[in-house]
């Protein structure tokens, strides 16, 4: 099964997020796709906007949240 890899960039205001296999994202930081850039170690609380010239990675999953029916009973004595 193949990781998958999130990239979230800002530059000049604009903020992307690009979805990579484990390759893709080792052959765009070996070929300095994003620039001279520094990598986040954690997900800053600011806006993006202020993470200068940086990147963060998160792996995993796109998730759906599903819609569960709840069906709420009452009774009384």
Request: hydrophobic letters at 30%; glycine letters at 8%; one cysteine or more.
């Amino acid at each position: 099964m193949n990781e998958t890899y999130f990239v979230i960039y800002n530059s000049d205001g604009e903020t992307t997020v690009s979805e990579l296999t484990k390759e893709q994202l080792l052959k765009a930081i070996q070929e300095n796709h994003w620039g001279h850039m520094g990598i986040l170690g954690s997900c800053p609380s600011e806006d993006t906007n202020y993470w200068g010239e940086n990147i963060l990675i998160i792996k995993g999953k796109v998730v759906t949240p599903q819609p569960k029916e709840v069906i709420t009973k009452y009774d009384v004595e």
